[in-house]
């Protein structure tokens, strides 16, 4: 339980990328989108990149249970590349799409988070 209160941002941060894998791993049997780009930042919402979060984010919600110390600054680490990653391929499709790199909202949101976990990883928590 120690663990739990200790680690809360980081596993709310893995838990968040449990969360968006499942959203676009839900969304390719939902929805039926033509595929107008035909580069990575189309694909980044794919199954197999949903997938690889998911696996991350377990590990991450692991890590941050368990409280094991020394893999908790990579997982930090991993959790902003993730989130800046996504941030940038939103921001790809919104200028190839729409011309202007922050047209929706969903791009300011994953800069937003990756701004979070790189603060939070920065403050450090001993």
């Keep these: 339980m120690m663990g739990i209160r200790r680690n809360y941002s980081i596993l709310m941060t893995g838990v968040e990328i449990i969360m968006i894998g499942a959203f676009f ?19 980044i919402d794919d199954p197999p990149f949903a997938t690889i ?14 409280d094991i110390r020394p893999l908790i600054k990579w997982c930090y680490a991993v959790a902003a590349f993730i989130w800046t990653i996504y941030g940038l391929a939103f921001m790809l ?10 047209g929706r909202l ?3 949101l994953m ?5 979070r976990v790189i603060l939070e990883s ?3 928590d001993d």
């Design 93 to 102: 499709q919104n200028i190839e799409v729409m011309g202007q790199p922050f």
């Design 53 to 66: 979060n998911i696996i991350i984010g377990t590990v991450i919600v692991m890590v941050a249970i368990f």
């Design 25 to 43: 791993v839900a969304n390719t049997f939902h929805f039926d989108r033509p595929d107008l780009l035909n580069n990575l930042a189309s694909h």
């Design 111 to 115: 800069f937003a988070i990756a701004g």
């Design 122 to 124: 920065w403050a450090g």
């Design 106 to 108: 969903d791009c300011w």
